[in-house]
């Protein structure tokens, strides 16, 4: 409250930081750049740099020389008082609020940008809805992400490699047995950034058994003598299935 409330008082006095945007979601391996205009009284600057910690009054971690930017931040100015931060190969772990602070040769002649801009990196994950898939239901693949990406992107769908859509979501209605296979999405522009692949199998009801419920009559099977025979028929034409349980 008391950086605030004198950001508030040095601003009523001539000072300021104005950010182009307030806010920026982009993709995790992707750049982003944030810019920001200064304006103060008199005097010449001296120093320029931007911030997402402090650890003591006054003391700020210069991004340049944060560890976890290392090789990877870039400052840009202009003869307009203009100034730009550019960081490369981003992580999710970059997501924090970005701030610009200013020095200049005057008494008394600091400022800091507050609020400054909020930084969302996200991966891209294909989601599966519903998770288990039978022949001739309707599926909906979704390329997801963390927070809404910037710039309103299209994405680009694959199916075991190779471009087959452009949607945010890909609705397959029915899906049949064609449609199986390993998808993955994209944005257009960062084809190399694309998300993990999503493995798309169609379940009959005797692959659902196979699958699902017969290992879990093998655990059972672990647990409990078998006295009474139990038989399931998964099809007409599948394998029955003896199982011996106690009750």
């Known amino acids: 409250h008391l950086q605030f409330i004198l950001q508030l008082v040095l601003s009523q006095k001539g000072w300021s930081v104005t950010y182009t945007t307030q806010s920026i979601c982009t993709l995790k391996g992707s750049t982003v750049e944030m810019s920001c205009s200064i304006r103060y009284p008199s005097g010449t600057v001296t120093t320029t740099f931007w911030f997402t910690k402090m650890y003591d009054v ?6 340049r020389n944060d560890s976890n930017y290392k090789g990877r931040v870039t400052y840009r100015s202009d003869k307009m008082n203009g100034h730009t931060l550019k960081i490369t190969d981003l992580r999710e772990s970059d997501s924090a609020e970005y701030k610009f602070r200013f020095i200049t040769d005057q008494t008394g002649g600091k400022y800091s940008g507050y609020p400054g801009v909020t930084l969302s990196v996200t991966g891209l994950q294909v989601k599966m809805t519903p998770a288990t ?18 710039d309103n992107p299209t994405y680009i769908w694959y199916k075991n490699g190779y471009v087959t859509n452009q ?8 899906v049949s047995s064609e449609d199986a296979g390993r998808y993955s999405c994209s944005v257009e522009g960062h084809e190399d950034l694309p998300s993990a692949e999503e493995t798309l199998t169609l379940y009959s009801f005797s692959n659902i058994f196979s699958h699902l419920l017969y290992p879990l009559f093998q655990s059972l099977s672990k647990f409990h003598d078998c006295t009474h025979l139990i038989t399931v028929v998964t099809t007409s034409t599948s394998q029955t299935l003896y199982c011996y349980i106690n009750v």
């Open 58 to 63: 006054e003391k700020y971690v210069n991004l």
């Open 133 to 150: 898939v039978t022949d001739g239901q309707k599926v909906i693949l979704t390329c997801s992400t963390t927070c809404i990406l910037s």
């Open 167 to 174: 949607s945010t979501s890909l609705f397959l209605n029915p």
